[in-house]
């Protein structure tokens, strides 16, 4: 099977994401005659489903599924995901949550479905067994979860409205359970399955610490999504346990890194190495961002602070979770960066984050924003789009893909 396709096709749709974060940063300097709202929903849907739902399921099978026996199933299930996918990107920007923008989106949430059962049925007996297999049980588990979210929207929307608190925290699960669940535990798992193959060996009973630890975080971090309600104290104090718990995972996972420091070197090039070393410090910062973010004086700025939100999520989804698939998928030799494209690629999340977070202090201070701001993000913005337009033409150019 031609996965390096796949992972061309989901660098089709980064591709296509990073012209339509262009264009929503346009909208500040230049007038569209788009809806922006249509074309955020575009941008956020395509992002984590056509991008990365593409990428780690494709990872995923390679790893655990890639046997003839499953081939023409998972062939199918992997173009039936597209078609809902593709439905999605052009009914969305026209129509918004509609009547067939809708019909896409529960048809995907059905693909998902398949893939969890296509994993669990045919993943091998020895397999299960793996540290590996139980993170990735775990994450695709969290991505089920996930979907009540969207399931919920629409009787809220019929009942409630729009305008209703339980239609931002359906949002705001989807979204906690798909960055912080889904994602990040994949990509635990994908880890977890290079260090076995390279005879790393971590004990049971330190494995069962960091899976539980961090599970937990997971889960009683969702809370921070809820606490622009100000709602009773015991959320806080539940958000700030999640957030210890996450912290405390991440220590046992850096005393496992430390342990087997020489070990872990040798399967990673130099520049897979920086790559992993960039997200470890992006996590870090992450882990403090949240447990921060449980304080009661702290929440209620981010409450009032959409651009902090943002910055938040953009720093997860395109530092640590983009750049963790970079690494994995170079690893895989599923597709090939290079250490230039890269820095263009590091140079874009740093200016675009700098701008985002500075915004919202600027919202925070009350004070003003520096003369042509938003011309500056439309630059940044650009500096991304190039950056991933040259990862996809590496790609696409044979001479360049001899892994």
Same mark, same amino acid.
């Given at each position: 099977?031609?996965?390096?396709?796949?992972?061309?096709?989901?660098?089709?749709?980064?591709?296509?994401?990073?012209?339509?974060?262009?264009?929503?940063?346009?909208?500040?300097?230049?007038?569209?005659?788009? %809806?922006?709202?249509?074309?955020?929903?575009?941008?956020?849907?395509?992002?984590?489903?056509?991008?990365?739902?593409?990428?780690?399921?494709?990872?995923?099978?390679?790893?655990?599924?890639?046997?003839?026996? =499953?081939?023409?199933?998972?062939?199918?299930?992997?173009?039936?995901?597209?078609?809902?996918?593709?439905? #999605? #990107?052009?009914?969305?920007?026209?129509?918004?949550?509609?009547? /067939?923008?809708? =019909?896409?989106?529960?048809?995907?949430?059905?693909?998902?479905? $398949?893939?969890?059962?296509?994993?669990?049925?045919?993943?091998?007996?020895?397999?299960?067994?793996?540290?590996?297999?139980?993170? =990735?049980?775990?994450?695709?588990?969290? #991505?089920?979860?996930?979907?009540?979210?969207?399931?919920?929207?629409?009787?809220?929307?019929?009942?409630?409205?729009?305008?209703?608190?339980?239609?931002?925290?359906?949002?705001?699960?989807?979204?906690?359970?798909?960055?912080?669940?889904?994602?990040?535990?994949?990509?635990?798992? =994908?880890?977890?399955?290079?260090?076995?193959?390279?005879?790393?060996?971590?004990?049971?009973?330190? /494995?069962?610490? /960091?899976?539980?630890?961090?599970?937990?975080?997971?889960?009683?971090?969702?809370?921070?999504?809820?606490?622009?309600?100000?709602?009773?104290?015991?959320?806080?104090?539940?958000?700030?346990?999640?957030?210890?718990?996450?912290?405390?995972?991440?220590?046992?996972?850096?005393?496992?890194?430390?342990?087997?420091?020489?070990?872990?070197?040798?399967?990673?090039?130099?520049?897979?190495?920086?790559?992993?070393?960039?997200?470890?410090?992006?996590?870090?910062?992450?882990?403090?961002?949240?447990?921060?973010?449980?304080?009661?004086?702290?929440?209620?700025?981010?409450? %009032?602070?959409?651009?902090?939100?943002?910055?938040?999520?953009?720093?997860?989804?395109?530092?640590?979770?983009?750049?963790?698939?970079?690494?994995?998928?170079?690893?895989?030799?599923?597709?090939?960066?290079?250490?230039?494209?890269?820095? $263009?690629?590091?140079?874009?999340?740093?200016?675009?984050?700098?701008?985002?977070?500075?915004?919202?202090? $600027?919202?925070?201070?009350?004070?003003?924003?520096?003369?042509?701001?938003?011309?500056?993000? $439309?630059?940044?913005?650009?500096?991304?789009?190039?950056?991933?337009?040259?990862?996809?033409?590496?790609?696409?150019?044979?001479?360049?893909?001899?892994?």
């Amino acid at each position: 099977m031609n996965l390096k396709g796949h992972i061309k096709i989901a660098l089709i749709y980064f591709f296509i994401v990073a012209i339509l974060g262009v264009c929503m940063r346009m909208f500040q300097v230049v007038d569209f005659d788009f %809806n922006y709202k249509n074309i955020l929903h575009t941008h956020s849907h395509i992002a984590l489903l056509g991008w990365v739902y593409t990428a780690l399921t494709t990872i995923i099978y390679q790893l655990f599924l890639s046997n003839k026996q =499953i081939e023409k199933s998972y062939k199918r299930l992997f173009w039936s995901t597209q078609i809902s996918i593709l439905g #999605m #990107m052009f009914t969305f920007p026209f129509t918004g949550y509609a009547l /067939f923008s809708i =019909i896409f989106s529960t048809y995907f949430l059905i693909n998902t479905y $398949v893939f969890v059962r296509l994993f669990l049925k045919h993943t091998s007996l020895e397999q299960k067994k793996t540290h590996s297999y139980k993170l =990735i049980c775990a994450a695709l588990w969290l #991505m089920v979860l996930s979907s009540i979210g969207p399931w919920a929207l629409g009787g809220i929307m019929n009942t409630l409205g729009s305008t209703s608190s339980w239609y931002r925290n359906a949002i705001y699960f989807y979204l906690h359970f798909q960055y912080n669940g889904w994602f990040l535990v994949a990509l635990l798992g =994908i880890l977890f399955f290079i260090f076995e193959k390279n005879s790393i060996s971590i004990s049971q009973k330190t /494995f069962k610490l /960091f899976f539980k630890l961090f599970l937990s975080g997971v889960v009683l971090t969702f809370f921070l999504s809820v606490l622009w309600m100000q709602p009773n104290s015991i959320f806080y104090f539940l958000a700030g346990i999640g957030s210890v718990f996450q912290i405390a995972a991440f220590v046992v996972l850096f005393s496992i890194v430390f342990q087997h420091k020489q070990l872990i070197k040798i399967p990673f090039t130099k520049l897979e190495g920086a790559l992993l070393k960039t997200v470890g410090l992006l996590f870090i910062i992450k882990l403090l961002i949240q447990l921060i973010g449980a304080f009661p004086a702290i929440s209620e700025i981010i409450k %009032n602070n959409i651009d902090f939100v943002i910055a938040y999520l953009h720093w997860i989804f395109l530092g640590i979770v983009t750049i963790s698939v970079f690494a994995f998928l170079n690893y895989f030799k599923l597709f090939r960066i290079t250490k230039t494209n890269y820095v $263009v690629y590091l140079n874009a999340f740093v200016i675009t984050e700098s701008l985002l977070f500075y915004k919202g202090f $600027v919202v925070w201070f009350n004070s003003r924003l520096i003369e042509n701001y938003y011309l500056y993000l $439309v630059i940044a913005s650009t500096i991304f789009l190039i950056a991933i337009t040259w990862l996809l033409v590496l790609q696409i150019n044979k001479k360049n893909t001899s892994y």
